[in-house]
């Protein structure tokens, strides 16, 4: 009977050392006022928060509601936007004036900190930050000017915080993408979720708002879906996004949708109810409070079943998957969910002055916070506890007194404590990983590493030392004593160890009294192999490798330019070393990327481009090989064939620009870089018009300079000759009709020095001679024949009234018909341009066509 007894309670023992019972955790609450305005909170591990003010200060607050830190960030500059990056541990914030700040998340102090605001915005609306802390997306207030009016509106910009720099910007000038507002920010992994609008319009919201999904990337940042869905409230829930649309329907229903990320496929879509707010809970379920007052749990199918009632606009909600915290102006709710809520624990918020409701709510790693009003802040956080019982015993299993245990968290804390005679201790300690260590004199030390969730007892038995033993450091190091971390150890002897090093470059054994062969590899460096003895004093030893090395001759070949430069860049340290062909160079085993300077008029080709002896190759052959530019690829002929087509004057020449002009210039383009005019015409053909914006014949011309644009060996260059084409204008004009080719302003009155007088003219130059000069655009000529009565239809001058002949109309037909007199006259006059020509002699000025047409100083530009 005592034996079945005996067997029953080892059986109870060990149910409940199996099955710890489960206790539901225990809350504890903190409200704390300030004297000042709160702008953002960010909530911490450790049940700590960070709290910022509108004075430009952040304080820490622990979970007992003291501070533990409180730093001036930067006077009167508020931090709206500050959250915790838990992969660096440290804290992003960002104030309006456009400042990005890095944070200790420990003591608040400022570990970087620049100016990301351009000089033409204003102030940071808003701002998202990725979960690994890179990259910031903020919209920002800049202001348009137009006619002298100033207007506000909002770029779309993305920052890569460890460059310090814009990868992305997206305002109302972007091409073919115009942004006009932004509504809301938020970040999936490394793609950013944003929705825009881009037509000025309130009501247009409703409607005309895009949902649009960027992923991003050290090199660009690429829309990558987009969904047109009007206003709406939305969250980001595991790998969806769950949306309503604000507009009410004929049925007085909320289209709702779920859409999966990135690519935003709708997966689910249904009419509910008006929410008032999502809240993320689990992967795959989201909280939402309703208009009707009901806090609902709905899954991605949005299907929705009641939990509780809640007011209203006084109430903020946060959920971590399996509690629910309800923070109400005057109480604070939490409740644990398994199917159903069941309230676990509450608190009376107190009031000295008016009640303010609560603004926003956060869930954290077991805590709830929220911020009340303007200057309160309010939190619930868990204080759960587990019991570790530890019980060591010999070999023999009898109980090890004296053994002296030390528990250490996965965060570097540690205590250590001494086992009873009994052999057993027990540990009071947060849940989570954790390592043991066991050490006792006579016997071998004792490691174990063990995730605890729920109370525990662990039995661990202590081998008796059998030989004697010591904990050694191996340091491996460079030839110039720097740490090489990661090197693969070998140790071959009593017995056979495999370690890695670790940043530091050391790697901690334990080994047996004795010698030991010792093998060290590790990229880059030459492979160790030596010996070594563990001594009863031996606590460290120290091995140093040698570099790898690589054997690179650059060789050219005969085409190849004496004057040629190459260099070496290495592709992870960034240093670039010149080289010379022939000369064998030794560098230490690495990528290197082949940077070849090629002389003017050759392009050059380096094979391999990369030498990538990170795969164990050691020696490697680069060959150069250049060859001379060939640009003429377009006879002239058929450029001044097609041109003839085109103009209404045509005059071949044979003109030498040296006699006439010198040299032609070098112009300064829009985009501040400058061309050479001279290089151009005596490598390709070039073709220069001379126009003004408001010219209404040079527009009838941009199809055929475009296509001229397009021609293998054929410059094209667009010079305005008005002084009031700025640089904003000539942007837009070059914007508005599509021009693929250079504009520029005259700034060197090349007009004036060819004798131009007629706008469109075109000159075609090459190889130092002015072969052919065009002037006015044939089509618009075309145009206006269209439209123009005929001649057999005109009164006569005579019964015509005064103020009759001085209509546009009648002053553009005269013009016309004295064009195609002059024409046909001139045709009969046309002389052999065989000889070499003077450009006056061969210049005819065009009757005008109107002042409104051909006149650049009486042009206005709308701004």
Known sequence: MRKVIGLVAFLLMLVLTLNPAYTQPSYNFIQKGFSKRITSMAALPDNKAVLCFGDGTCSLIDSSGNTLANRLINPDKEIFYIKYVPLSRILVGVDRSGNIYLLNSSTLNIIDAFLARKNDEESFLMASLSSDGRYLAVSSRYYVIVNGKSYPETRLVVFDIQSKSRIFERDLDTSNDVLVDVFSLDFWGSYLIAETIDTKCELCQLTDNKIEVYSIDSQNVKKVASFQSGLTLKCVVGNFLVAQRVQQNSTGNYLTYVFTLPDLK????????????????????????????????????????????????????????????????????????????????????????????????????????????????????????????????????????????????????????????????????????????????????????????????????????????????????????????????????????????????????????????????????????????????????????????VNIIVETLNSTPVEINVSLASLTTNNTLTVNPGVNVSLPVDAYQVLVNAPKDYECSASPPIVNALNGTTNVNVKITCKLIVTRATPISDVIGFLEKKMIQNVKMNMSIDKTLGKLPSINMLNSSKLDLDFQQRNKILVIEFFYTQCTGCKYLVPALRDLSRLPGVTVVSLTVSPVDTQAVLERYVKENNITWIVARDEENLFYKLNVSVFPTVVVISDGKILYRGAGAREELEQMNNTLPSLSGLPSLQNVPLGSLFRPETLIFLGMFLIMTWLVIGEKDEKSNSEEDSIYNNTVTFPDFGSSLHSPDLQTIEE
Do not use: H
């Open 266 to 549: 709708i997966k689910a879509k249904r009419m509910l109810d008006k929410i008032q707010s999502f809240i993320p809970f689990t992967n795959d379920t989201f909280l939402a409070i309703f208009s009707d007052g009901t806090l609902r749990r709905c899954n991605l199918n949005l299907e929705c079943n009641n939990l509780v009632s809640v007011p209203l606009g006084r109430v903020a909600v946060a959920g971590d998957g399996s509690f629910i915290a309800i923070f109400k102006t005057d109480e604070v709710e939490v409740y644990s969910y398994n199917g159903e809520l069941s309230r676990t624990a509450y608190y009376q918020v107190s009031w000295d002055i008016a009640p303010s409701p609560p603004k926003t709510a956060v869930a954290s790693r077991g805590g709830f916070y929220s911020i009340y009003g303007d200057n309160m802040f309010v939190s619930a956080l868990q204080l759960t506890t587990i019991k570790l019982r530890l019980i060591v015993v010999d070999d023999q299993g009898r109980p090890v007194p004296g053994a002296v245990v030390e528990i250490i968290s996965s965060g570097g804390t540690s205590q250590s404590l001494i086992t009873s005679n009994n052999g057993s201790i027990i540990f009071e300690l947060p849940p989570g990983t954790y390592n043991i260590n066991v050490k006792k004199e006579g016997f071998s030390p004792k490691s174990l590493t063990q995730s605890f969730t729920s109370d525990t007892q662990i039995t661990l038995k202590l081998d008796r030392k059998q030989e004697e033993r010591r904990d050694i450091q191996i340091n491996v190091l460079t030839q110039d004593d720097k740490p090489v971390p990661g090197a693969k150890i070998t140790i071959i002897g009593r017995e056979n160890i495999t370690t890695l090093t670790n940043v530091n470059g050391k790697a901690p054994v334990n080994l047996p009294l004795g010698n030991y062969t010792i093998l060290i590899s590790a990229p880059k460096y030459k492979q160790l192999q030596s010996t070594f003895e563990v001594k009863t004093n031996t606590t460290e030893v120290y091995f140093k490798l040698e570099p790898e090395k």
